[in-house]
């Protein structure tokens, strides 16, 4: 079965509702014109408009066309050349510009359509007003309207860009998040190797030692053998696993942070390195597990490298508190000296390179702890809590409680990290030094496209004008000096020269005489010339009929504006 499109109910109700619009004008334009005819002047405009309007969803440019058509025929009323077609050429030309992006074909269609409105008034042999209106009321409604629309077009695909942009940004930011979390568990991984290699290695020499025992007997000797080589897989295993989950050679990982640094020695480091530090510890550790150790000395290090790189100068507090089953570790800066440096480089503390606090909380919550961050009187604070044996535990979406909201400020002595990874991320990751993100040329390639079209909006209009306006002018010049006014055709009498009457004589002659007057009877022999009764730019006047054979004056004569 052929598959047939169906327009939605929405756009039937639109059209519907533009055609009665349309309807209703020339209905009204019908009413106002008097010896309008019902079949041509309103049955076929009406039939031409039910066609045209929804025409103009797939084929806007002939909708244009068939109502373009309409005003060309409206030009061949004797009365005048306006009618209201003309709304109907403007709305149409509107939607051409919303729904075609193009701007070649549309603007050679618009041009088709103002040659024939051109070649309409000179097949009728149309008089001054006709081509006035011929060259301004119909280029304006079809250009300007045709812009207007372009110019909606494209302040919508900006908006929907604008919004594609956005959702895609927030996808990335979620992938690149995941990527520092993952990466920030590889790192756990190797904490684990490390400590929990270290151990197997110990357990490895003490079997090896014990084969060399006498007291054993050959069997033992060969479990204790066997034990060793198990245990030696193991570490192995435990190795090759590590390195798989870790990230390709050089990108930034944890892996090289000493294994045997306590945080004791990364804090006398930052005071020798010059680092405003007070730290306290209270109560006593119980035996905490390696991977807590190394999430302590992680929260520690972290939040001494934030301090350093965005408030330098300013004084920090850290404080340690043991309870019986959890450890609280708090660190603290204040707002730098206002003399101070504008920045530092990279801490005692940032020797390896870091993915912020989306991957420290995320080794948190593995730990089964919490984690807080956020301003604090004027400075900022970081605050973990873990528990002395690590509890691992799901990790929900939503924020932890006390986070600082996902912005990120960097006024002085207050930094704040967001989720967003533009801080927590290696520039390796992003690779935008290399490669310009394509979001970036999306972007730059709408906004290109809609300055295009705002100066095609203004450039339009001024370039119109430039030819219009001399038009009308040197129109509006050759309709005012061809008035001969009433009082000196009335002091005209024949069988007198040219040259005694070219002082009550305009300074030429009216150049766009109507049919009926240059079919008019003459005298034979002879050659007349018209003249304007009144300096009505818009509206017919009568016209004066000077016959002269040779120079002398042979009949006057009044031929009236419209056909008798």
Known sequence: MPHTRTLPARSVLGDVALWGVLAA??????????????????????????????LSRRRPGTAVVLVNGLCALGMADSATPANAHVLSLAALSCLLGVRVTAARRPLLLLAGCLAVDLATCAVLRAQAVWWFYALTMLPAALLLPWLAGRHWRGRRELVREGWRLARSLEERQHLVAERARLTERADIAADMHDSLGHA???????????????????????DLAELRGTIADAVEQLRETVAVLHDPPGTETGAGLPVNDTVEDLLARAVASGVPVRWEQRGTASTLSPLVERGLYRVVQEALTNAVK???????????????ARTRVSVVNAAPPADGPAHAAAGPASGVGRRGLTGLRERV????????????????????????????????????????????????GRHTESAVPSQTVPPQALNTDAVTPESAKRLASVRSAARR???AAFAAPVVAAAFFVPAAVYLAWQLTTSVLPPSRFDELTTGRPRAELAPLLPARAY????????????????????????????????LYRLCWSGDTLVTKDTVPASRP
Do not use: K, M, N
Request: proline share 11%; glycine share 8%; hydrophobic share 35%.
């Open 310 to 324: 965005h408030a330098p100068a300013s004084a920090i507090q850290v404080r340690i508190i043991h309870e019986a």
């Open 511 to 542: 150049p766009y005489p109507p049919d009926h007057a240059r079919s008019a009877p003459r005298p034979s022999g002879t050659r007349c010339e018209f003249y304007r009764s009144g300096r009505d730019l818009l509206g017919e006047v009568d």
């Open 365 to 412: 919550t593995v730990l089964g702890g919490s984690l807080w961050s956020g301003p604090y009187r004027d400075g900022f604070h970081v605050t973990a809590v873990l528990p002395h044996q690590a509890t691992a535990r799901l990790r929900t979406s939503a924020p932890e409680p006390g986070t600082a909201p996902p912005t990120q400020a960097r006024t002085p």
């Open 200 to 222: 197997l290695s110990l357990v490895a020499l003490r079997a090896g030692a014990l084969e060399l025992s006498p007291d054993l007997t050959d069997r033992d000797r060969t």
């Open 453 to 455: 079209r705002s100066v």
């Open 25 to 54: 004008a020339t209905g009204y334009g019908f009413r106002d014109a008097g010896t309008a005819s019902p079949v041509w002047d309103l049955l076929l405009p009406l039939s031409v408009l039910a066609v045209a309007v929804p």
